[in-house]
């Protein structure tokens, strides 16, 4: 978002720096009339606060162009709490200094600056205790992992003690599917860890009270909260969704290609995939169907208007050749936040393209 011509065209060179599509906004001032729009591929505004509002939770990371206090006191309205809240990044007009604004962690602020930045040549500003103190928080590892912390408030207190140089040692549920995988991944990452029984999960010796623990297990495994020791984190598995979305009469096996190329490209295997979706048109698909059934996952559709609701929402890139077969121009992406419904989720890998099949990759919030 900017609001000079300066801005606008920092904002055009940001848009070069990522992989991932930008959209960019502009005051109107700056490009009035349709005709500049469509040359230019931006969306305007009247009012800065009526384009924050509008976009605040469409999309999973902001970067205003612009003074820092004009973006504080615009966002300040719009906050809830560091593990719903989008990534906001701000970034002056000559594009020398990129600032983490908020959440850093687990809404990814602190790497998209460090990316952006090193595209720019600029001077990355984070300001996060632990990233400060060279620490790797633990709402860092949960977004690595596809994790997610309960409750939130005991994050605070797992960093506060990674400052004091405590340490901090991992409990995961050797029950679940993937705790292997969790295992390795936190021990690549330096981190004390041991695989237990679900009943020792929460069992804390009376001379380790005073150790702080992260617990990893299921959703239904988790205590009450008043039940739940005061040195305990507990983190439970996102859901991955797939959306997918392939040419009529394409084969499973090679459904099953993409998806297995769209986890890799996430650094995970097709085994983490939770269920797939798709738009109603393809609930004849066999290829679609057949993989389901390989992955033993349930396959859900949804109707075309739901989804339309979908691609307005998170404003959605749409696909003219898509649009004019089936009636919506984007369905792997869509179908991935209709399956997340209410409780929202984070893309982890946007709509890619495979031979006859397109994959997108939505961990649920």
């Known amino acids: 978002m900017a609001v000079t011509r300066k801005g606008l065209q920092m904002a055009q060179t940001l848009r070069e720096c990522l992989d991932e599509p930008i959209d960019v906004y502009i005051n109107n001032k700056v490009v009035p009339g349709e005709a500049a729009k469509k040359i230019l591929h931006v969306n305007t505004f009247d ?78 500003v984070i300001t996060t205790a632990t990233d400060v103190n060279e620490k790797l928080a633990p709402d860092v590892i949960s ?51 041991d695989l237990c029984a679900p009943g020792q999960l929460f069992e804390i010796e009376q001379d380790k009270k005073e150790q702080l623990e992260i617990v990893v297990t299921t959703e239904a495994r988790l205590p009450n909260l008043a039940d739940l020791p005061a040195n305990i984190l507990c983190m439970t598995p996102r859901r991955l969704i797939a959306g997918v979305g392939c040419r009529k009469g394409t084969p499973a096996a090679m459904v099953m290609m993409a998806l297995d190329e769209a986890c890799k490209m996430i650094g ?23 993989a389901g059934d390989s992955l033993v996952r349930p396959v859900k559709f949804f109707d075309n208007d739901i989804m339309a609701q979908m691609i307005a929402k998170h404003h959605l890139e749409e696909s003219e050749f898509v649009l004019n077969r089936i009636g919506i121009g984007n369905v792997c992406e869509a179908a991935a936040y209709c399956e997340a419904g209410e409780r929202g989720g984070k893309l982890a890998l946007r709509k890619t393209s495979f031979e006859r099949v397109t994959v997108a990759l939505l961990w649920e919030k």
Request: aromatic share 10%.
């Open 47 to 124: 009012k800065l606060e009526d384009a924050v509002k509008e976009t605040f939770y469409v999309y999973d990371g902001l970067i205003f162009v612009m003074a820092t206090g004009i973006v504080v006191r615009t966002i300040a309205p719009f906050l809830e709490n560091k593990l719903t809240d989008p990534a906001v990044v701000v970034f002056d007009e000559q594009g020398r200094h990129g600032i983490s604004l908020l959440s850093g962690h687990v809404g990814g602020a602190n790497e998209l600056t460090r990316t952006l930045c090193r595209a720019l040549g600029a001077n990355p």
């Open 143 to 193: 977004e690595r992992l596809g994790l997610r912390p309960w409750p939130k408030v005991r994050i605070k207190t797992i960093n506060a003690g990674l400052l004091e140089e405590r340490i901090v040692h991992w409990r995961i549920d050797r029950t679940l599917p993937h705790s292997s995988f969790y295992q390795q991944r936190l021990e690549k990452y330096g981190q004390f860890v």
């Open 268 to 290: 995970l295997d097709r085994s983490f995939i939770d269920v797939l979706a798709s738009t109603m048109v393809k609930r004849h698909e066999a290829g679609i169907l057949y």
